[in-house]
Every structure is written in structure tokens, then in C-alpha cells.
């Protein structure tokens, strides 16, 4: 419980006709949420406006309104702001006590690998004993407790309301992604991060965000941001990222696995077997939680493979150099840290060897491709679920990605499936989707085997694999079930291979 006055100090209003000092029990901008003595914040969403519910929200016990306009007909006090999803973010974060402000919060960007470096940042931090809230595309994880997540980012409110139960629980450090779509709509306004990152930018949401300029103006504000007593971790091989190192009033510590002017760099790196093996070098020192580190090296082993997960590791590393953590704990860590399903994950390591990769966009499918030309296989089978519902330009530029790298990983032939029976209405392959990637296709003399079902295209794959091959199962929404059914199809060969009576 609050007073209304003291919230409403946390922002700018616009009228202050009403001078009611009411007792305020919970914020909503959910109608549906709402119970008595609410103050409900009107949001305009993409598809709604929460204006149109205000009356609602009163007939439910809202006591009070934010909005961006006065709403005739509702006899309940109502206060004018610039933009309401500022005020919510601000209201939400007075209300329960600026919790981000009593632990030490970790925010991480990027167009690839944000749930895996966030992963191994709070698996680190586990590890070396610390209480740890995660929140993420995956979950939201407070101490032991452990939730599905809805959102990669949540709503501001929710938000604050996750960081105010991590306070309760004694949480000390939070790891959180942080979207693009989550900077653009202010969710994050009123959280007081202690270390920023932007692991690496691509081609990706562009629709959502109406230009490629516009997506990297919202992530990089993460960075740009940032106060001055926070630290910002940059990755000198991204040149955006890069061009963000005198953009910040932050301190900057750099990291490069192919440039070698930054704080932190990889030498001696190793990926024959697919999983890295590399020396961390720190090149120039600095200073964290009153510690100095000096120049010096130590050697990182890492069970996930992948050449995504050396940079995603290198992130990992200086956060939790910077936390304070040992180096031994961080290298015993990563030597046991499995990952995280769908990235770079090997599902089967016998006779052939099977990779499940979310192949996002063209960024995520450089790397994920870059990997495989440091590896030893004899040849690639690469099925790839086309993206559906994001359109011909993202489509296009993925085929432009692989046929990039057919020529250096040996491919003349790529399995492509529209996956109909795995996906919803949101992401079935248009036609314009379809067209565009056969026509990159055929412009580099790839031949497409395409399957309109999931299943016989993996069937297919592994049906064409001989001893020593490996099998990329490469896609999002429309892959998400391809290590089921490889591994289904396996054991039912398995078990007739075995049935069969040898004469």
C-alpha cells in the first residue's frame, strides 16, 4: 500500500486538478487485473488501447487512472502524461521500492546468444555461491524457484514486481536479457543496471521496428544509456557494438576473439571437436569490485559447442571477472555448463553426428556455419525449416547466408521443409517466402530437396548420412520439434537394424 501523492511524485503530470490523497493497494494496466484500489495505467499496445478499458477498470475497483488522454464518462481521478508506459515503468519501480537498485543487476543484448550468455553468467555466479534471479526468453528464475517466461523481457510493472520478490528473497545478483522490443516500449526505464553488454547486432525484428537503423538505435541504447557508474562490456569484432565504446558515460571494458586491441581477448582457440578450447588473455588491466587485474592468461575449456558459444563465454567471463568471481570457478564452470536446448546442441554423437541449431537469421546462421568449417566431418546434411511469417526480406538474407557458405562447408544440395504440421497460423511459410529462397537457391546452383512436412525432410537427412556425416537441423519455430524425431527415428532404425536375423 501506497499513497497516490507520493507515486505520483515518481512522474510528470500534466494536471493536477485533483488533490485526493487516496491509499493505493496495486497498479494494474490489465482491466482484467484489476481489484480494488487500483491505480490503472492506460497503455497503448500494438493492437489494443488501454484507454478503451478505463471504464472497466473502474467498474472492477480501479480508484485512479494514468493516461495520455482525459476519458469522458469515468468518475474516477485521472492524470495526464506524455507517455504512459514511462509512467508505468517509473510507478511500478516507486511502488515496489526501486528494487533494482538494492541488488547488482546484469543486462544483456544482443540479436544472438542472450539466453545462453545469460545461462552462463547465473550458472558462474551459482557457482561461486552467490543468490541469483535470472530473467529471460526461457524463465524467470528467482533463487530456487523457477517460472515459464512469457515474455524475453516482462511489462515494466511485472518486472519490478520479479526484481521486489528477488529482494525478499535475498537475491544479490540478477542476469536479464533485454530486448530490443523491451528498450523500444520502456520496460526497462526505471531499472538501475550495475553492467551492461552488447554481445553482437544482426539483421533481425526489422519489421517490428521499421528499419535496420531503428533496431540498432533501440539496442544500443542499452549502452548509449548506461550511467556512469555502471560498466559496459563491448565486443570489438561487432563494429556496432565497437562504435559504441565513446558513446557511453559508463566505464567500457572491451573483448575481441579476433581483435587483440581490446581489455580481454582469445588466443589459441580450438574447435576441431566442435567444443572450444582457448587461453583468455587480459591484455590491458583494470579495476572491479575494488579488485585489480593485471595481464595475465588462463586456458577455458567449454562443453557447449559452437563458435557463437566462444563469444557468448567471452561475455560471461569479464561479467563475472567483474562480479568478482575466481578465475578457477569460471573454468570449472564452463568445462560443466551443457547450454541451452536449440543452440549449437549436439543431439546424437555415434556412427553420425546430429547439430540442433535455432538458425535464426543471417547472423545467427554466419556463426552457426563459421563453426562448422573449423570441424571434422566427412559430409553435411543441413535441413533447414524455412522461417514463416517473418517475410521475404529476413528469408532472403538467409538463403544469402548459406549459400555465403556453401561453397567453403561443400554444399550442393540443402533439405528445406515449410514444416506445415509443426507450426501455428503465425508462422506458416508464405509463398513470397518460399519464391524468394528458392530463387537465392537456384542463383548458386543449390539443388533444394523440399518437403512440406518436418519429418520426411529429417527422415530424408538421415537416410542420406553415411559414417563420420553430420546432420544440421537448422531452423526456429519450424524446428522446434526436429531433435524429437531425429531421435525417434533413430531408435525405431536401431531396433529393426537389431530384429533383423543375420544368414
Known amino acids: 500500500m501506497m499513497k497516490l501523492k507520493e507515486l505520483l511524485s515518481s512522474i510528470e503530470i500534466k494536471n493536477m486538478d485533483d488533490e485526493r490523497d487516496l491509499e493505493i493497494y496495486g497498479i494494474s494496466y490489465h482491466s482484467g487485473k484489476v481489484e480494488k484500489g487500483h491505480l490503472f495505467v492506460c497503455v497503448r499496445g500494438y493492437k489494443t488501447d488501454g484507454h478503451q478499458y478505463l471504464g472497466k477498470a ?14 469522458e464518462d469515468v468518475d474516477i481521478p485521472q492524470y495526464v502524461v506524455s507517455n504512459s508506459r514511462i509512467a508505468l ?34 550458472a558462474i555466479l551459482e557457482k561461486s555461491g552467490r543468490k541469483t534471479g535470472l530473467i529471460g526468453t526461457v524463465v524467470i528464475k528467482i533463487d530456487e524457484e523457477s517460472t515459464p517466461a512469457e515474455l524475453t523481457t516482462p511489462e515494466s510493472l511485472d518486472l519490478q514486481h520479479y526484481l521486489s520478490q528477488m529482494v525478499d528473497k535475498g537475491v544479490s545478483h540478477v542476469t536479464m536479457e533485454v530486448s530490443s522490443a523491451a528498450l523500444e516500449t520502456h520496460r526497462v526505464e526505471s531499472v538501475a543496471y550495475d553492467i551492461v553488454t552488447l554481445n553482437n547486432i544482426s539483421r533481425e525484428h526489422i519489421d517490428s521496428h521499421g528499419s535496420f537503423e531503428k ?4 539496442k544500443s541504447s542499452l549502452i548509449r544509456n548506461a550511467s556512469e557508474n555502471s560498466i559496459a562490456v563491448l565486443n570489438l569484432d561487432c563494429p556496432y557494438s565497437a562504435s559504441l565504446v565513446d558513446q557511453t558515460k559508463a566505464e567500457v571494458i572491451t573483448f575481441g576473439v579476433n581483435s587483440k586491441e581490446g581489455h580481454i581477448a582469445c588466443k589459441d582457440l580450438d574447435l576441431t571437436t566442435g567444443r572450444a ?20 592468461e588462463f586456458e577455458v575449456q567449454l562443453l557447449v559447442p559452437g563458435l557463437h558459444s566462444v563469444y557468448n563465454s567471452m561475455v560471461a567471463i569479464t561479467v563475472s571477472l567483474l562480479c568478482g568471481v575466481s578465475t578457477a570457478t569460471i573454468q570449472e564452470t564452463l568445462k560443466t555448463f551443457a547450454g541451452v536446448e536449440r543452440r549449437f546442441q549436439f543431439i546424437f554423437e555415434e556412427d553420425i553426428k546430429i547439430i540442433d541449431d535455432h538458425f535464426a537469421n543471417s547472423g545467427n546462421i554466419d556463426v552457426t556455419l563459421g563453426t562448422l568449417k573449423y570441424m571434422d566431418y566427412e559430409k553435411l546434411h543441413l535441413v533447414y525449416a524455412i522461417r514463416g511469417e517473418r517475410g521475404p526480406t529476413v528469408n532472403r538474407e538467409n538463403a544469402e547466408a548459406i549459400a555465403r557458405w556453401a561453397p567453403k562447408l561443400g554444399i550442393t544440395e540443402i533439405i528445406a521443409t515449410k514444416s506445415v504440421s509443426h507450426v501455428t497460423h503465425k508462422d506458416r511459410v508464405t509463398e513470397a517466402e518460399l519464391t524468394v529462397f528458392q530463387e537465392v537457391m537456384r542463383d548458386a546452383g543449390i539443388k533444394v530437396d523440399l518437403f512440406d512436412e518436418l519429418p520426411d ?16 537441423l537448422g531452423g526456429c519455430q519450424g524446428m522446434d520439434f526436429g531433435a524429437e524425431i531425429a531421435l525417434k527415428h533413430l531408435a525405431s532404425r536401431k531396433a529393426t537394424n537389431k530384429g533383423k536375423s543375420i544368414i
Open 58 to 71: 473502474a467498474q472492477n475497483g480501479a480508484v485512479a487512472a494514468i493516461v495520455e488522454e482525459l476519458q
Open 89 to 122: 515503468a517509473k510507478l511500478g519501480a516507486r511502488f515496489y521500492g526501486d528494487p533494482s537498485q538494492k541488488m547488482k543487476l546484469i543486462g544483456i543484448t544482443a540479436t544472438n546468444g542472450k539466453t545462453t550468455t545469460s545461462f552462463m553468467v547465473n
Open 215 to 218: 533496431y540498432f538505435e533501440a
Open 277 to 296: 578450447k582457448f587461453t583468455l588473455e587480459i591484455l590491458k588491466p583494470f579495476t572491479a569490485n575494488g579488485q585489480q587485474y593485471e595481464p595475465s
Open 457 to 472: 525432410s529429417i527422415c530424408y537427412a538421415i537416410g542420406k548420412a553415411n559414417e563420420g556425416d553430420l546432420i544440421l
